[in-house]
């Protein structure tokens, strides 16, 4: 099951109860670049899709094309499903029983899921390029010598293996009980 946060969630369960699941308008509460980011990452998981915006059924804009047509936002299938609500295929996709299927517009603008396809590296110098180096050293390293030599507290240490090597970057760590020195964690050669 799809993980959401409670805006998400707040989000889809608001448009599974509007006519043709309408995610629009958002909770006042968010606005701006933070209502980008949310519908981005809600577009890049495939839980809403824009479509072209019906302004004669009076349906809200999330933005303009450029063409002189808006658009509107609409809660997938996995988006309903995601909350637990199965859908009927007629109201995600279509604009009535006896409609096409509706279209998401092209755009010029790159889409999310492109943006999230990119493999991510982190820069020359930095604090996590000098933690992946010592993490694919031989031998190695520990907690308490990664936290010694980047000048980090240890939950820091943990949270930068958990999040940004392994969610972020993908990579692969393992560890190992190591004798006189304790858990060791290392990126396996490729």
Sequence with gaps: MTQLSDTQALILSAAAQ???????????????????????????????????????KGEPLWRESG????????????GLAAIGIESDDTHSVQTGADKAPREAPPTDAPTAPEATTKARTPREGTKQARLIDMLRAPD???????????????????????????KKLGLELISEKVENRGRVYKIPAA
């Design 67 to 78: 063409d002189g047509h808006g658009v509107t936002l609409i809660a997938t299938d996995a």
């Design 140 to 166: 190695g390293a520990t907690v308490q010598e990664i936290a010694s030599a980047l000048e980090w507290r240890s939950h820091t240490v943990r949270g930068a293996l958990a999040g940004a090597l392994k």
């Design 18 to 56: 509007r006519p043709e699941h309408i995610a629009l308008p958002l909770p006042e509460s968010l606005r701006g670049g933070a209502a980008a980011k949310v519908v981005g990452a809600m577009i890049a998981k495939g839980l809403l899709q824009e479509v072209d915006a019906d302004i004669r």
